[in-house]
């Protein structure tokens, strides 16, 4: 059984940095496409960025240039480099993967960008 395990949520100022890490158990080998989606207050839940297990990666529209999705295969990560963060960018953010049609979703780690 796959487990995603995120860290590195916080509060913020418009402007900052945070990287979010996710956990992968029992190993990052067992999904192949993994990736970040943000879920909004009151709004549905939305892809951030992807990464394969051939390091190709896609982000949307809004976070392209600012997020930057990498994965650490020795440790079992995936991370999200996020700077120039703005208001907009604050929700719930969730690690996710898919392997074989299998879709795996951690809890999620709250980001929260205000002035």
């Known amino acids: 059984q796959v487990q995603l395990v995120e860290s590195g949520g916080g509060e913020v100022q418009p402007g900052g940095s945070l990287r979010l890490s996710c956990k992968v158990s029992?190993?990052?080998?067992?999904?192949?496409?993994m990736g970040w989606y943000r879920q909004h207050p009151e709004k549905g839940r939305d892809w951030v960025a992807f990464i394969t297990g051939d390091d190709l990666t896609k982000y949307t529209e809004s976070v392209e240039g600012r997020f930057t999705i990498s994965r650490d295969s020795a440790k079992n990560m995936i991370y999200l480099q996020m700077n120039s963060l703005n208001i907009e960018d604050t929700a719930v953010y969730l690690c996710?993967?898919?392997?074989?049609?299998?879709?795996?979703w951690g809890k999620g780690t709250l980001v929260t960008v205000f002035s």
């Open positions: 029992p190993s990052i080998f067992s999904v192949y496409k």
């Open positions: 996710w993967g898919i392997d074989d049609g299998t879709e795996y």
